[in-house]
């Protein structure tokens, strides 16, 4: 029998920080990987060579053949993006049919879901979240709210259409009460739905039993966290958040395996940082140098394409995410963007009302009124585009990492030179190196 490892890789900031790469470079040394939280909202790409995939519902883990996919009941499932992601991946010659299981405790996605959204989204008197528009928070709302329909109601044909019509009728009320003339064709989406069921019913199971089963016999789990820990409903810069725990207890939530069973937490985090939506981010950089990483670090949202809001490396956050999810090893992403600046601007602490502090402000003005104090780092005047070695990296680039990693005080146990496999490094003898086995 292996050793138990199961282990979690997460956002480390507020999302896109790697993690489809992370998680595909290391699936082949598991037997599971397991989504446990989000949606489609999620775009992890992943590089194959010279061939390009971004994930969305589906874990990465699936594009390793014999790996076992799953979406965890934590899962939010748009029935169409996930047949639709499917017939993608099949076109490619991935053997989805055969590797993916869909919880049945997993809510499902709706059309009215992204029209509530919408709304919410457009109203005049709140800022707006800047959100995906896929229907997620709404989603999340009515599982809160016990009236959510789940995998094993969409499917189950006796059960179906009364859950449907509670759902329906409540969202007609909201519509009249929020004054919104959209018409609503609730038949033809019940129609459809019915149809999307019998495609996906052979495909849905008791997830968190599968899990367990399968760590009682030994095998390795790796759950693949979506979004950011900052973008975690209760850990982030709420209410600037998605609606989901990113972070790692929402790995045990989501999928149903205790707590007890997990081994490890691997944080991802950028060698700076970035940000889709709105809402605070104390080290952004809004001048010409934010610009160039964006532009060098390609920082366009894989979902929506928008324009990714960029800065430095926030120490004070990485200490904040590090704590909340109890992070055993960071891997550093795209250091090779930050080839060739001068210096490097490194948040090192916040300042409020002239105060230094070592706590995340929990509102929007304390957010607000943190000063971020920097040092600068000096750089690196040559590439590191693809060094897979740690040693080979330029001593500025070596010496910007230890700082990471003093200041931090979180091993440091990958770094991530490119988007593809290779353009990697482990550190040997890390913790990170031990979990992965
Ligand atoms: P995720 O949501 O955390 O999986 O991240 P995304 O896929 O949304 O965004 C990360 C982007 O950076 C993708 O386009 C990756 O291909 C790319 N990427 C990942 N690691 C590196 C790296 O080390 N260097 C460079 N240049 N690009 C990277
Ligand atoms: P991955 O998994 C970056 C952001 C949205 C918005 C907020 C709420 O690729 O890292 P939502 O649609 O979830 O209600 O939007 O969260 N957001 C992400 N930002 N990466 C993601 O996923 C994100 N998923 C949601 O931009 O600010
Ligand atoms: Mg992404």
């Known amino acids: 029998m292996n050793q138990m490892s199961n282990i979690i890789v997460l956002g480390a900031q507020w999302g896109d920080e790697g ?5 595909d470079l290391f699936s082949d040394r598991f037997d599971i990987v397991a989504r446990y939280q989000g949606g489609h909202n999620a775009g992890h790409t992943v590089y ?4 390009k995939y971004i994930l969305k519902l589906i874990p990465s883990g699936i594009l390793r053949p014999g790996v076992t996919a799953v979406i965890g009941n934590g899962v939010v499932v748009d029935p169409l993006a996930l047949v639709e992601e499917m017939a993608t991946l099949e076109k490619v010659g991935v053997n989805v049919r055969e590797q993916l299981a869909i919880s049945n405790r997993a809510h499902v996605i709706f059309p009215f879901h992204r029209m509530v959204e919408k709304v919410g989204e457009g109203r ?18 009515d599982k809160i709210g016990r009236r959510g329909i789940r995998m094993a109601d969409l499917i189950d044909p006796a059960g179906f259409e009364a859950h449907y019509n509670n759902l329906a009728a409540d969202k007609m009320t909201l519509a009249k009460a929020f004054d919104v003339h959209e018409t609503i064709d609730f038949a ?3 129609q459809q739905y019915e149809e999307l069921a019998g495609k996906l019913a052979p ?4 997830t968190a039993s599968l899990l367990n089963r399968a760590i009682r016999a030994g095998k390795r789990v790796l759950f693949e966290g979506a979004q950011g820990a900052m973008l975690d409903v209760d850990h982030g810069t709420y209410p600037f958040v998605t609606s989901s725990n990113a972070t790692a207890g929402g790995a045990c939530s989501g999928t149903g395996v205790p707590p007890t069973k997990i081994t490890g937490i691997i944080g991802v985090s950028k060698a700076y940082i970035t940000r889709v939506g709105a809402g605070p981010f104390p080290s952004e950089d809004h001048g010409p140098l934010g610009e160039q990483i964006r532009q060098v670090g390609k920082e366009f949202g894989s979902v929506t394409g928008r324009p990714r809001r960029c800065g430095w490396f926030d120490v004070p956050l990485a200490r904040y995410t590090a704590a909340v999810n109890g992070i055993d090893s960071l891997i550093v992403t795209k250091l090779d963007v930050l080839d060739g600046l001068p210096e490097i601007p490194v948040c090192t602490g916040y300042r409020v009302n002239g105060v230094e502090v070592t706590d995340m402000p929990a509102t929007r ?14 750089g690196w005047k040559t590439s590191t585009r693809g060094i897979s070695v740690l040693e080979q990296l330029p001593p500025e680039a070596q010496a910007y990492l230890r700082f990471l990693e003093e200041r931090t005080e979180v091993e440091i146990g990958g770094i991530s030179t490119g988007p593809e496999r290779t353009e990697t490094i482990v550190k040997p003898g890390s913790r990170l190196h031990q979990l992965l086995g």
């Open 188 to 190: 033809a989406i019940r």
């Open 19 to 23: 993690k489809g790469k992370i998680v």
């Open 124 to 141: 005049t008197d709140r800022e707006a979240i800047g959100t995906t528009s896929r229907g997620i928070g709404p989603c999340y709302e």
């Open 48 to 51: 194959i060579g010279p061939t």
């Open 365 to 378: 003005t304390g957010m607000d009124s943190i000063e971020p104090i920097y040092t600068k780092l000096p």
């Open 203 to 206: 495909l849905v199971t008791d």
